[in-house]
């Protein structure tokens, strides 16, 4: 596994931000069609990528601290192979974290639901309270909830404008889904995202 430049994102879409919000819904059966490189870009992108000269992301955060990590667990993407990655948001690339396939244990983990493992791809969202405390203190950990939400429905919303669905999903075990990503010290697992073309 080698370290991956990402395609540069499209800033512009068939999509109106109107026409996302009232078409999106929750997907939890996919089509087992791969995604592409451009997809995986546009999608992290749309978490975290980086919009501001002074380094603003997508996504808003409390004081601009940016507590959260993606990772993405590939299975079927043309270009990629399966395993583990993080997302460098400073270079737009993917760093690979393990090898294989790791759906099957990410489901196992999360009550044996099965669009964790039939998505051609599952994101997670990491977050790393202490980073927001240094400034927030005891309201960091809720400030690091709500940054997951906004990040979640920025995916939910680029999903929808490229034809892709998913579904956030918080119901798991944080240790094994840590373990599993390989979270580095400090990031807690927040949330799951599967992702793949909805299957009709
Ligand atoms: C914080 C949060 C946690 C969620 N966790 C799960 C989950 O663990 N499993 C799941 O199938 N759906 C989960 N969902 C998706 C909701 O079930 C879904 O958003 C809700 O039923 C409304 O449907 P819609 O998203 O299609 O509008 C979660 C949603 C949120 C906002």
Not at 30 to 57: K, M, P, Y
């Amino acid at each position: 596994m080698k370290r991956l430049a990402l395609p540069e994102p499209r800033l512009a879409g068939k999509v109106t931000v109107e026409g996302a919000l009232r078409e999106r819904r929750s997907v939890r059966r996919f089509a087992s069609e791969a995604l592409t490189l451009d997809e995986i870009a546009q999608l992290l992108w749309s978490v975290q990528g980086v919009t501001g000269t002074g380094g603003e992301r997508t996504t808003p955060s409390a004081g601009g601290l940016y507590p959260l990590q993606m990772y993405v667990a590939a299975a079927r993407v043309e270009g990629l192979e399966e395993g583990v990655y993080r997302y460098r948001v400073d270079r737009h690339d993917l760093e690979p974290v393990a090898e294989g396939d790791v759906r099957i244990k990410l489901a196992a983990a999360s009550h044996g639901v099965e669009w964790v493992d039939s998505a051609p791809v599952v994101l997670a969202i990491g977050g790393v309270v202490q980073r927001t405390a240094i400034k927030y203190g005891a309201r960091a950990r809720r400030y690091v909830y709500i940054e997951v939400g906004c990040a979640a429905e920025n995916l939910y919303l680029q999903a929808q404008s490229l034809g892709l669905g998913g579904v956030l999903v918080g119901a798991f075990d944080d240790q094994e889904v840590s373990d599993i990503l390989k979270l580095r010290e400090g990031e807690e697992a927040m949330a799951l995202m599967p992702v793949g073309r909805p299957r009709q």
